[in-house]
């Protein structure tokens, strides 16, 4: 039996629909029962069987910071991917997002060590990999991390929650972690998901910003975890990025295949550092929520470029396009629009 945890996120619901196509015997956790009609959408994307498919799943409502609950989800299970997480980068939110990602994580690698299950694959994030200071060089597994760099809320606990499964790595558990860059797949328009930002240029964004970082396709991340957990490949971390492109660019491409305005103007980094500054002035005085930090400001105009060849050299795996991925993820998002219409 195979388990995903967060099995109603945008990479918990591909997944799923991966592993259920192949026909393995999978259980999946969720918190709300209203998360799970998101799946079921998610899966009539690509299948004309998709209920059935759906309906293969052993759904679990369990907390990972329920033991009890999780203990039931754990039951006669092999396989772990874990996908559950709390993605947030406003830093009021620290606390919530240390008992999600790195309290919750622990849970999950005790509770895997505790069944002695075969292995586990933890998705992480790009956010946990270290920077380089010459942004020219490109990002690997073996940058370092700096802790006493300027990082964000959610950076540090996402690199919290790797530590806590090399812990159970130490302990005797095959582990796989995945760094994944800007996830594009469809189903997911609100929120933190990359599928908010195919809406929000949908409706038109007045400004691009120039920095550069790591895209890739849902389908990618979850192929590369399949593939991965069939090897004998264990206690590693693999990055996965497509491609490395600027904001702007990724705008630019979004615009053309959703037929949309593209932004016209740059935000300058003063603008954004005055941005920042009043975003958090308005969330001190009337209590808001906040939309833009400092860190979210500064990776805005940052230059990172990451270097996906220890999977294609491992595994010899190869990235789909992020055009295509654009392309793919516009299409559903345009459907959607329709349909709703």
Known sequence: MILVTGGTGLVGAHLLFKLVSNGE???ATYRREKTLQRVSHVFSYFSEESESLFNSINWVKADINDIPQLQKAFKDVTHVYHCAAFVSFE?????????????GTANIVNLCISHSIDKLCYISSIAAIGHEENPEELIDEQTAWNPEGDNSVYAI????????????AQEGIDAIVVNPGIILGAGYWKGGSSGNLFRQINNGMRYYVTGIVGYVDVFDVVNAMVQLMKTDIKNERFILVSENLSFKDFQYRVAKALNAVPPKKEAKPWLLNLAWRLDWLKHKLFNTR???SKQTAKSATSITKYDNSK???TIGFKFKPVDQSINEVCSSYLKDLKNQG
């Open 25 to 27: 015997h999978v259980r």
């Open 157 to 168: 606990t996402k690199y919290g929650a790797e530590l806590e499964v090399w812990r159970g």
């Open 91 to 103: 830093p009021d939110k620290y606390h919530l997002l240390r008992k999600i990602n790195i309290q």
């Open 311 to 313: 999977l294609k050299n």
């Open 290 to 292: 906040r939309s833009l």
